[in-house]
C-alpha cells in the first residue's frame, strides 16, 4: 500500500460524509486505504462509517470506540493500522477540493527523499460562528496562508514559532513514531502540531523540512464542535508551554534554544493580553515568565549570530 488516509473523526455527522468523499474523488494511478478511527460518537457517525465501509469493504478499514478516550488515544491508534508508505491526514469535519492531491503530494515526496513530508494551503470556512466566537483574524481572512507566512520550505524554526500547518494538508513520511509521541501522551491539545514535530525529524539527530505548495487544496471548517471553540483558550495555551517545555529536552530541537525561548513568550503574551480574566490574578508571574523567555531568546539569538556558518 503506497499511501494511507487517516481520518480522524468523533461527532461529525454533518460533516463526515463530505469528508470520506473527498477521499474517495482522489484520482491516483496508485491504490490507497482510508482508516477511520471514530472516539465514541454519540450522535449517528458511527452508523454513517458502517455503511461506507460496506459500499466499500476492500478500501475502508474502521477503528470504533465504544467511549470517548481523547484526541491523542485516537491519533495514535490510527497510525498503529497505517500501513502506507506515506500518511495523508484528514479530520471529519474538513475536506479536501482537488482531485490530484494525493497524486501530487505522493509524486512529490517519491521524487525529494531530503523532505519528512509537505503541505498546502487551506481555505477557512466559518459555519454558525458570531464574531465573537473566533479570533479576529479569522473574521477577515480566508486562508491560512493569510493568517500565515509560509515559505516554501518549512524548516524546524518555522514549525517551533508555531507557523500552523492545515491538519486536512499534512502529508509524510511512514514510520515508527509512538515512543516520541508517548512523551506527549498526557497533553490534551495541539496533537497536530506535536505529530508534525515529530514528522519533521529525520532521525533523533538530523532535522527535516516540509514542503509547501502554495495553493489550497483543502478546506478547514470552523464550527461550533471544534475543539478550538468548546474549549478555552487558557487550555491551548498551556499545552503549548508544556509541549515548548519538552522540546527543550529533545535531542534535536533543543538546539533551536532561540526559536523556543521565543515561542514559549509568545505563548506568555497570548496569555498574560487575551485572557483577561485568568491573567489578572497572575499578571506579575506572566510578565516575569515572559520577560525571562525575551531575555533568554536574545542571549541565544545573540550567540547564534556570533557563532560561523
Known amino acids: 500500500m503506497l499511501v494511507s488516509v487517516a481520518i480522524i473523526s468523533y461527532n461529525h455527522k454533518p460533516f463526515i460524509k463530505k469528508a470520506i468523499d473527498s477521499v474517495l474523488m482522489q484520482e491516483t494511478d496508485f491504490e490507497f486505504e482510508i482508516i477511520i478511527g471514530d472516539d465514541g ?8 462509517l458502517k455503511q461506507y465501509q460496506i459500499k466499500h469493504p476492500q ?3 474502521l477503528i470504533l470506540a465504544e467511549a470517548n478516550e481523547g484526541v491523542y488515544n485516537n491519533v495514535v491508534k490510527i497510525l498503529r493500522h497505517c500501513q502506507g508508505k506515506y500518511v495523508a491526514v484528514l479530520e471529519g469535519d474538513d475536506y479536501w477540493t482537488y482531485e490530484q492531491k494525493l497524486q501530487k503530494q505522493t509524486l512529490f515526496l517519491e521524487n525529494n527523499s531530503e523532505f519528512s513530508g509537505c503541505c498546502h494551503d487551506t481555505q477557512i470556512i466559518k459555519e454558525g460562528l458570531k464574531t465573537g466566537d473566533i479570533g479576529w483574524e479569522e473574521n477577515y481572512f480566508s486562508l491560512y496562508s493569510q493568517l500565515h507566512n509560509y515559505s516554501q520550505t518549512i524548516t524546524p524554526s518555522h514549525l517551533i514559532r508555531r507557523t500552523i500547518i492545515p491538519t486536512s494538508s499534512l502529508f509524510f513520511r511512514s514510520r515508527d513514531y509512538f515512543d516520541e509521541m508517548a512523551v506527549y ?3 490534551k491539545f495541539s496533537i497536530s502540531w506535536i505529530l ?3 514528522v519533521m525529524k529525520k532521525s533523533e539527530n538530523e532535522a527535516g523540512k516540509f514542503y509547501f505548495f502554495n495553493q ?3 478546506v478547514y471548517r470552523k464550527n461550533k464542535g471544534g475543539l478550538t471553540i468548546k474549549n478555552k483558550r487558557k487550555d491551548f495555551v498551556l499545552s503549548n508551554l508544556m509541549i515548548l517545555r519538552r522540546l527543550k529536552r529533545d535531542k534535536l530541537y533543543k538546539g533551536y534554544k532561540a526559536d523556543l525561548y521565543w515561542s514559549i ?10 485572557i483577561l480574566p485568568e491573567a ?7 510578565s516575569l515568565n515572559y520577560l525571562k523567555s525575551s531575555l533568554l531568546h536574545t542571549f541565544h539569538r545573540f550567540r547564534e549570530l556570533l557563532n560561523p556558518l
Open 41 to 48: 460518537s454519540t450522535d449517528g457517525t458511527q452508523e454513517i
Open 265 to 274: 513568550a509568545n505563548e506568555y503574551e497570548n496569555w498574560k493580553f487575551h
Open 196 to 198: 508534525e514535530l515529530i
Open 185 to 187: 501522551s498526557d497533553i
Open 280 to 286: 489578572r490574578q497572575e499578571r506579575r508571574w506572566l
Open 216 to 218: 489550497s487544496w483543502s
Open 59 to 61: 478500501k475502508f478499514r
